[in-house]
């Protein structure tokens, strides 16, 4: 199996910043996309940012030119940086992972448990 292990989640008062990271452990032979999805009280999750194994990068228009998605493929480790936080960023943070496993021809999607991102005053 694949495991997850997300951090850096927190209150934060608006302006502020957090990093977050996703470490990423089990019997991985690759790892294709890397990414962080967000999830507010009564919202749809959305994408927010995510990394692409040859290096390209898509961010979701609200954090464009705040947040920035970094990875070490050396550790299997995701990370999110986000400067000038807004209240609206608020929302549960998950990582999300496509990977192959050792001895599986296809990929799979993997979800870590969420990190709670709180903005306010």
């Known amino acids: 199996q694949v495991q997850l292990e997300e951090s850096g989640g927190g209150l934060v008062q608006p302006g502020g910043s957090l990093r977050l990271s996703c470490a990423a452990s089990?019997?991985?032979?690759?790892?294709?996309?890397m990414g962080w999805h967000r999830q507010a009280p009564g919202k749809q999750r959305e994408l927010v940012a995510a990394?692409?194994?040859?290096?390209?990068?898509t961010y979701a228009d609200s954090v464009k030119g705040r947040f920035t998605i970094t990875r070490d493929n050396a550790k299997n480790t995701v990370y999110l940086q986000m400067n000038s936080l807004k209240p609206e960023d608020t929302a549960v943070y998950y990582c999300?992972?496509?990977?192959?496993?050792?001895?599986?021809?296809?990929?799979?999607?993997?979800w870590g448990q969420g990190t709670q991102v709180t903005v306010s005053s």
């Open positions: 089990g019997n991985i032979f690759s790892i294709n996309a």
């Open positions: 990394i692409i194994s040859d290096g390209r990068i």
């Open positions: 999300n992972v496509d990977a192959v496993r050792v001895g599986i021809s296809y990929e799979y999607s993997y």
